[in-house]
């Protein structure tokens, strides 16, 4: 069973990565640094450069840096033993060092679940301001370094006011002082840092902005709307949409996602920002169809309606054309498979836990 | 086995737990603390350690296993979640262990009435309960002494808001639920409850806890006199533990209501909750550090 | 377009601070099925501080726990089962996991108006279960419409699906429910409640003026049966809303026939604006303290006024009936101070 839920991940990844020859050479040998390496993008990416290694023997190495390293060793020993991959346990918020040979850095430390926004900003705001710091500190003592990327967010643009998708350079304005804008104004200090770094300490380093991700490795319990949707649908429950159900969002699916910021490290330049995530937008009541049509059940759904505000219309969708023209990559993974894989590994995964 | 007679401590946890036992330590006559770890050199804690000019490390319990003989004793004062692991490495390594976290896998302590047993037999790690549990369980164990078959013990404390950071908030279910099994285990009662209320009172509130017993026929003058004795107890490694409402009979129960008023050492005097449990913790690790010397001699 | 107004009942949970949570099976019956013929949608039922929450401190219950929720629903079959659960009484292992296997449809997690933090993994763990999830700020007069907006923001990242404040003091007057209530519709993407008590008379009026300002679930109790002065009454609240084209899907004359079974089941201690409770009111102390501050004011032969007046001052906060007793003793000795 998980020997299976691993080979379609694996088959994932290698189409991802498929006809891209270019992108793939400029991968080959690199020492790869990735903070936060544990958590949703880091997986993906320990996956991607797995396949890449094992197809293609492109002899990439890849450090993985997060805080509590070993209950993921040994929940993915598939990834752990392999002697490709190296995990160092490090808190971002003190100083550290990255091995010495390091070629390229994924700087994706931070705090994206929004309960703990809520209940330790203090955390969110120093793993976010105080480890950029300390991983361009470190960047700076690398000798053969050739890319820093630091992974932002899209909340750095502010709620956006108006529909549709949105551009690298849109912006809208965030509240000061805020509670709830402690993670997006803390990815804008890290933007600024890095801005500094790079003009003032000439590291070279580009930025990429991932918006809604999906798939495997993705924890149900962060509330976002389609980890409630599926889990919902997961234990039988009646599924509550807030408000119309007509806000949109995209979804990329976990290959995809790894393998753009991968390109991204490679063909990405100095300063540019990256909008990383799909463009094809749904709303949330075309989401729960696509959902109902991949299990083949009905489901209970509910509006759970808010009065509108204003009767705007709700949208947080990346527009990609920048990022598909100069990484040179595209979505191979559609919303309507996304769904399905992630739908048939959280069920396996809960047929295992009722195994136990 | 001890630098310059004293015994080494290391604790690991930087947070307001860690931090106020280290300003206790330093005062202490017969222990040194030397070895502060964490994982974060920017916390005030770790700060104020290197101030203090503590050995300092961000590598948490490594900073031990990486050199063993830097310490005798441990003070836990991380989660319940991380001690597991960490038990099973001190374990290993010979360590005596306070544990400051709700993990529950050592003996329950409470000084000022299990300390002996706490140091013989062998026991290697000692479970400090909780703040509620440092302050509610002597007077529900006092109360106990006189009325052995209590058929139910409830213990509800108020906290400043201001006192309570993240960890406790987001551990409030295990404080219930330890401090429940503590009360049972020491007072014997048929059923035991905790309740924690948080006060955002502005200036902060004093920690303060009220005991409820319920007892059929209660002697209230020798219930009286076995909790003043109690107090007394307390009061020697728990300066600021005060009787607010000595046992009084309302109805069926036997209420008691006390207050604890922090030290101020590295907190301010309101979070009397953490001071009663350091204070509590320091007291065995004195315990340990003379008994030590002791048998040296 | 008519607005419709989702109604929550917790004539079951707040009426038993009315009865010092003695509610009989009987009355949970008889109650449960009235509500389900009348077409109350939710139903909410337990101890007056909600699951765990029987104890000295806040007052025993007469039934468990488990009796009532078994007792409720079975009785209970359109209408949804609820529960009131306070983080620090209740635990998820203690109370939540059978509050799951007994079949509560909604749960609403409550904390006082500034301490939404420890919502956070029961929230959670409802949500994950797959079930309701509702999150309440208890005494939410004693924070600014900015301190009430970040909590509820806090319980919305948690999961919650919607947000109540309580009045649980019922010193609110209709403008402070009107800044509060649009501050929260305006700044929140998730359903806005609010719970009135009635210690000023303003329970019906501060009800609509929440929904005015946008506010989609009010609470209220039969006969406004509920701590102190009780809570904002349930059938007084259905005709005006009627009136008023607010739509409840609660039939009229049913709820009035509820009302009569509920007169006649929880007489003699319908509650009423009683000298005292106005007095709670004006101090912004909880309701739910009327009766243990009577208690103590006799007990010690001071004015239960002042008992009032002195626990605004120190801003007691639900569950710190503890402190009820140390203020009367105080009280206690200025007066003998004063009299010697």
Same mark, same amino acid.
């Given at each position: ?356 | ?297 | ?14 009426? /038993? ?31 007056? /501080? ?155 009026? /501060? ?134």
């Amino acid at each position: 069973m998980k020997a299976d839920r691993y080979a379609e991940i694996r088959q994932d990844c290698i189409l991802a990565f498929a006809n891209q020859p270019q992108i793939q050479a400029k991968l080959g040998y690199q020492h790869i640094a990735v903070t936060g390496g544990t958590g949703f993008l880091g997986t993906w990416i320990a996956e991607t450069v797995a396949a890449l290694n094992d197809e293609h023997q492109l002899g990439i190495t890849l450090n993985l840096y997060a805080r509590n390293v070993n209950d993921w060793a040994q929940k993915y020993p598939h990834l752990s033993q392999r002697n490709d991959i190296h995990l160092k346990s490090q808190d971002v918020r003190s100083s550290f060092e990255f091995a010495r040979n390091t070629t390229a850095v994924i700087h994706a430390a931070g705090i994206p679940n929004n309960r703990v926004h809520s209940s330790d900003p203090l955390r969110v705001h120093q793993t976010t301001v105080l480890g950029v710091n300390n991983a361009l500190e470190a960047a700076t003592q690398l000798d053969n370094l050739t890319r820093f990327l630091n992974v932002s967010s899209c909340l750095v643009n502010g709620t956006p006011d108006r529909s549709g998708g949105l551009t690298e350079s849109a912006y809208f304005p965030i509240p000061c002082g805020q509670l709830h804008s402690v993670y997006a104004e803390a990815k804008r200090a890290a933007e600024s840092l890095a801005a500094i770094y790079r003009s003032q300490f000439r590291i070279p380093i580009s930025t990429i902005r991932p918006f809604t991700f999906v798939g495997p490795y993705q924890e149900l319990d962060r509330p976002w709307a389609i980890n409630s949707f599926l889990r919902d649908a997961l234990t039988g429950s009646e599924i509550r949409i807030h408000g119309d159900g007509n806000a949109r969002r995209s979804y990329l699916y976990g290959s995809d996602a790894a393998w753009w910021t991968l390109a991204a490290l490679v063909n990405s330049g100095d300063g540019n920002v990256y909008n990383i995530g799909s463009s094809a937008p749904v709303t949330h009541n075309e989401l729960i169809k696509i959902i109902r049509e991949c299990i083949g059940a009905p489901l209970k759904v509910n509006l759970n309606t808010a009065p509108s505000q204003d009767g705007r219309q709700d949208d947080l969708f990346p527009e990609t054309t920048f990022t598909a023209k100069s990484l040179g990559v595209i979505q191979t993974c559609s919303l309507g498979q996304a769904i399905d894989k992630t739908w048939r590994w959280y069920s396996s995964e809960r047929d295992s836990r009722r195994s136990l | 086995m001890t630098l310059r007679g004293k015994l080494k401590v290391a604790i690991i946890g930087s947070g307001n737990i860690g931090t106020d036992l280290l300003i206790k330590i330093m005062r202490s006559e017969h222990m040194i603390c030397t070895l502060f770890a964490g994982r974060n050199f920017n916390s005030a804690g770790m700060k104020r350690a290197n101030l203090l000019g503590v050995t300092i490390s961000d590598r948490g319990i490594e900073a031990i296993v990486n050199d063993p003989a830097i310490c005798d004793l441990v003070f836990d004062c991380t989660s319940a979640h991380a001690h597991i692991e960490h038990w099973a490495i001190l374990e290993k390594l010979g360590k005596y262990v306070i544990d400051m976290t709700p993990a529950k896998l050592g003996v329950f302590c409470i000084p000022a009435i299990n300390a002996a047993e706490c140091l013989n037999g062998g026991i290697r790690n000692i479970n400090m309960i909780t703040c509620g549990g440092q302050s509610s369980i002597p007077i529900a164990n006092a109360i106990a002494q006189v009325h052995n078959n209590i058929e139910y013990i409830e213990v509800a404390s108020s906290i400043a808001s201001r006192s309570a950071g993240p960890a406790t908030r987001h551990n409030l279910d295990e404080y219930i639920e330890t401090t429940q099994d503590a009360l049972q285990n020491f007072s014997n009662a048929r059923r035991t409850k905790a309740i924690l209320i948080l006060n955002p009172a502005n200036p902060p509130i004093d920690m303060q806890t009220t005991i409820y017993a319920k007892i059929a026929n209660p002697d209230l003058p020798a219930i009286h006199s076995a909790v003043m004795a109690m107090v007394e107890k307390l009061k020697a490694y728990v300066p600021g533990y005060k009787l607010i409402v000595p046992p009084t009979i309302e109805g069926d129960k036997v209420i008691t209501t006390i207050k604890v008023l922090g030290a101020g050492d590295y907190l301010p005097q309101y979070a009397g909750n953490l001071d009663i449990i350091n204070c509590a913790a320091i007291a065995m690790a004195e315990l340990i550090a003379t008994s030590n010397l002791t048998s040296e001699a | 377009m008519t607005k419709k107004i989702l109604i929550s009942d917790p004539t079951l949970r707040d009426g /038993n601070h009315a009865v010092r949570h003695q509610l009989s099976r009987e009355s949970f019956i008889a109650y449960c099925r009235a509500a389900e013929a009348a077409g109350v949608p939710i139903v909410e039922v337990g101890h007056g /501080n909600g699951l765990g929450a029987s104890s000295m401190l806040v007052g025993e219950c007469s039934l468990t726990d488990d009796e009532i929720l078994s007792l409720s629903r079975a009785n209970l079959i359109n209408s949804k089962l609820g529960i009131h659960v306070i983080p620090g009484f209740c635990t998820i292992k203690n109370d939540l996991v059978k509050a799951i296997e007994a079949g509560v449809d909604v749960f609403r997690v409550a904390s006082h108006c500034t301490e939404a933090d420890i919502t956070d993994r029961h929230i959670g763990y409802i949500r994950q279960a797959g079930k309701q999830a509702f999150g309440v700020l208890m005494m939410s007069h004693m924070t600014s419409p900015a301190i009430l907006l970040e909590e509820s923001k806090k319980m919305e990242s948690y999961g919650a699906e919607a947000i109540i404040i309580m009045d649980s003091a019922g010193a609110y007057f209709p403008e402070d429910v009107t800044e509060r209530i649009s501050t929260l519709v305006d700044g929140l993407n998730i359903p806005v409640g609010f719970h009135g008590h009635n210690n000023l008379g303003m329970a019906i009026i /501060n009800s609509v003026n929440a929904v005015n300002a946008g506010a989609t679930i009010i609470d209220g109790t039969i006969r406004g049966f509920g701590a102190g002065a009780g809570n904002t009454q349930l059938e007084v609240l259905v005709a005006v809303f009627e009136r008023l084209g607010f739509e409840t899907g609660i039939n009229l004359y049913k709820i009035l026939d509820a009302a009569d079974i509920a007169e006649k089941e929880f007489n003699p201690v319908a509650p009423h604006v009683s000298p005292l409770s106005i007095v709670s009111g004006l101090a912004g102390v909880f309701s739910g303290f009327s009766k243990p501050v009577g208690r103590a004011a006799q007990d010690y032969h001071v004015d239960p006024r002042d008992i009032f007046f002195e626990l605004g001052k120190r801003n007691a906060v639900a569950g710190q009936e503890s402190l009820i007793i140390e203020v009367a003793r105080e009280l206690a000795a200025l007066n003998s101070v004063k009299d010697s």
